[in-house]
């Protein structure tokens, strides 16, 4: 069963803010939620990761919603180093359950 | 700080062989977790060792199976190879235990890629 889902793609203009959606209706009460990003031919790279409250931290900011049933990642200003696949994350019952990812393209 | 180190990074096998990969943590690091990462299926967990034990382990058959040393190098085996089984195998490790990994984030390796022919 997907855990959480995310649009295939979205693009954004370099220096404006991206907020990238995710859905995950059937969190519990304990599930963390967790951002990565992979750019090509790398590994997963953590972005940022909360439970309840919106978290902020040097690279982005969590904005969950108040039942829970899905957040938003937000890039504050798109650099063309943000280009990559990023993945919605539930931490559930000791496992990870990756998204699907969105591939975040940024324009010049 | 070194990161997380993996090899080999290609491997080539053909069906029914069996094939080791390695991982070596961030120094310090005590949990390792593994993951598949194919084009069809995303990536998919496939378990965590903490302290030279498997602690969770994710959806997939016998025939993977892994284990931790006491420096914390990680080995992950994967026998009578299948077609299905190529993918990127990805390592993680992390300061916490899989049950704070919320508290902690997971660095990962480059991992390696597997195609079985």
């Known amino acids: 069963d997907a855990k959480t889902t995310q649009p295939n793609s979205m693009e954004s203009n370099e220096e404006e803010p991206v907020h990238l959606p995710c859905n995950h209706s059937?969190?519990?009460?304990?599930?963390?939620i967790h951002w990565y990003r992979q750019l090509p031919s790398q590994g997963p790279e953590y972005v940022i990761h909360?439970?309840?409250s919106n978290v902020n931290n040097r690279m982005a900011s969590l904005a969950i919603a108040e039942d829970r049933k899905s957040s938003t990642l937000i890039l504050h200003r798109a650099t063309l180093r943000d280009a990559a696949v990023y993945y919605c994350?539930?931490?559930?019952?000791?496992?990870?359950?990756f998204g699907t990812g969105t591939s975040l393209t940024v324009i010049p | 700080k070194a990161g997380v180190t993996q090899t080999p990074r290609y491997l080539i096998k053909t069906r029914g062989q069996q094939v080791t990969l390695s991982c070596s943590p961030i120094?310090?690091?005590?949990?390792v977790s593994w993951y598949q990462q194919t084009p069809g299926q995303g990536l998919q967990f496939l378990f965590e060792?903490?302290?030279?034990?498997?602690?969770n382990k994710g959806n997939f058959p016998g025939r993977f199976s892994g284990r931790q040393f006491s420096n914390s190098r990680s080995e992950m085996n994967v026998s009578t190879l299948e077609l299905g089984d190529s993918a990127l195998y990805l390592c993680?490790?992390?300061?916490?235990?899989?049950?704070?990994?919320?508290?902690?984030?997971?660095?990962f390796g480059p991992g390696t890629r597997l195609t079985v022919l």
């Open positions: 993680a490790s992390s300061l916490g235990a899989f049950q704070t990994i919320s508290y902690n984030e997971q660095f």
């Open positions: 059937t969190i519990s009460g304990t599930d963390y």
């Open positions: 909360g439970l309840t």
């Open positions: 994350i539930l931490s559930a019952g000791n496992q990870f359950y």
């Open positions: 120094s310090g690091h005590r949990s």
């Open positions: 060792y903490f302290s030279e034990t498997q602690r």
